[in-house]
T-cell receptor, first 117, second 113 residues
Framework: NAGVMQNPRHLVRRRGQEARLRCSPV?????VYWYRQLPEEGLKFMVY????????ESGMPKERFSAEFPKEGPSILRIQQVVRGDSAAYFC???????????????FGNGTRLTVT | QQQVKQSPQSLIVQKGGISIINCAYE??????FPWYQQFPGKGPALLIA?????SEKKEGRFTISFNKSAKQFSLHIMDSQPGDSATYFC????????????FGKGTTLSVSS
């Protein structure tokens, strides 16, 4: 019973390149969340998606960042023209289709560590 | 109003001691308060959670105390062990399907043997 799978675990990009982070949720989960973690900053909510829909993107930077969760395949967080300030750990979490937070907590992946050189 | 403030930032406790981490929130609509534990190189994992209709919840050595009027909640780790050394995050949200968790900044706990 696989948990949330994120890949790659580590990603190095030069300034100006694109970064694509993938997340496969727990089987049967159709809610996906992306969080960014910076040292001493905790986990910052970025975006919440359901299959084929962006539900809440209030935490996403307005430019260069986008996310999708297609009908088939993993959720993708895409960062265009990366800058050094994008270096961080990016975590994906999933939860079941219909559930309250209390009954079905978020399951996190082990993250992708992005380093921009 | 969406913030969750966590303290201390770091904590050193001797083996067998009690570790206490505190959190405060402003949004009175929050009604679900989980704590997550994170080891280096891993993602956060749910440790224990509480709803505001109870003042305390205990699971093994881990206890959440909740003070609704003060809008504060805390994690107590009894008989702290070196294996408890990790980063702990408090969080809060409105308990409905899909609402995102708002996390505190984390507390790095070191338990010395």
């Amino acid at each position: 019973n696989a948990g949330v799978m994120q890949n790659p675990r580590h990603l190095v990009r030069r300034r100006g390149q694109e970064a694509r982070l993938r997340c496969s949720p727990v089987k049967g989960h159709s809610h996906v969340y992306w969080y960014r973690q910076l040292p001493e900053e905790g986990l910052k909510f970025m975006v919440y998606l359901q299959k084929e829909n962006i539900i809440d993107e209030s935490g996403m930077p307005k430019e260069r960042f986008s996310a999708e969760f297609p009908k088939e395949g993993p959720s993708i967080l895409r960062i265009q023209q990366v800058v050094r300030g994008d270096s961080a750990a990016y975590f994906c979490a999933s939860s079941p289709r219909t559930s309250s937070s209390y009954n079905s907590p978020l399951h996190f992946g082990n993250g992708t560590r992005l380093t921009v050189t | 109003q969406q913030q969750v403030k966590q303290s201390p930032q770091s904590l050193i406790v001797q083996k067998g001691g009690i570790s206490i981490i505190n959190c405060a929130y402003e949004n009175t609509a929050f009604d679900y308060f989980p704590w997550y534990q994170q080891f280096p190189g891993k993602g956060p994992a749910l440790l224990i959670a509480i709803r505001p209709d109870v003042s305390e919840k205990k699971e093994g050595r881990f206890t959440i105390s909740f003070n609704k009027s003060a809008k504060q909640f805390s994690l107590h780790i009894m008989d702290s062990q070196p294996g408890d050394s990790a980063t702990y995050f408090c969080a809060a949200t409105v308990n409905q399907a899909g609402t995102a968790l708002i996390f505190g900044k984390g507390t790095t706990l070191s338990v010395s043997s």
